[in-house]
């Protein structure tokens, strides 16, 4: 069984920091892109960034030059680190992987920005 963990999330000032951690198993987490998402009451699941096994990455433009995603194979986690928070980002963040064609999702974890 695949299973990610979020932690991280937290209350924040705007300008603010914040490190989302997401801890898996179940996965050969070194061979497998990795995302990060978000989400707001109302609306669909956004990309935010993801990962691949080779290490190059990806962002959603709203992001850029803010959020820097990584990965640790030997600790099976991935990383979102952000900075320059604005209200904006203010969502739950979803971890996700994709194995054989399975979709896995983690609980996710709360992210609010004040302003």
């Known amino acids: 069984q695949v299973y990610l963990v979020e932690s991280g999330g937290g209350l924040v000032q705007a300008g603010g920091s914040l490190r989302l951690s997401c801890a898996t198993s179940?996965?050969?987490?070194?061979?497998?892109?990795m995302y990060w998402y978000r989400q707001t009451p109302g609306n669909q699941r956004e990309l935010v960034a993801f990962?691949?096994?080779?290490?190059?990455?990806n962002y959603t433009d709203s992001v850029k030059g803010r959020f820097t995603i990584s990965r640790n194979n030997a600790r099976n986690t991935v990383y979102l680190q952000m900075s320059s928070l604005k209200p904006e980002d203010t969502a739950v963040y979803y971890c996700?992987?994709?194995?054989?064609?399975?979709?896995?999702w983690g609980r996710g974890t709360q992210v609010t920005v004040s302003s």
């Open positions: 179940g996965l050969t987490f070194k061979i497998h892109p």
């Open positions: 996700h992987a994709q194995r054989q064609g399975v979709n896995f």
């Open positions: 990962i691949k096994s080779d290490g190059s990455t």
